[in-house]
């Protein structure tokens, strides 16, 4: 991974929005719910008041519209503070 969040942020790679509904509909992009879990690809370092919790692997619960969305060779990620995460799972 040539990405390597400074400080408190966790760069997340989501886990893929579900294609289909309950009854077997495919769903178009529009109407997907954006995930609301993922796994932790990199940490900073942390700062000195709050120490880096997560580690690289953990999956992890956020909240809706927490993070900044990245593209990084094709691939979709989302980078926030450590603070925006809910939960490790």
């Known amino acids: 991974m040539n990405i390597k969040p400074l400080a408190d942020r966790v760069l997340i790679k989501p886990d893929a929005a579900e294609e289909k509904s309950a009854g077997g509909i495919i769903l178009p992009d529009s109407a997907k719910e954006k995930?609301?879990?993922?796994?932790?690809?990199a940490t900073g370092n942390g700062t000195k008041d709050e120490e880096m919790v997560v580690k690289a692997g953990d999956a992890v619960l956020y909240g809706k519209y927490?993070?900044?969305?990245?593209?990084?060779?094709g691939e979709k990620y989302l980078?926030?503070?450590q603070s925006d995460i809910l939960a490790i799972i």
């Open 35 to 41: 995930p609301l879990r993922g796994k932790v690809m």
């Open 66 to 73: 927490a993070g900044t969305e990245i593209e990084f060779d």
């Open 79 to 81: 980078i926030m503070r």
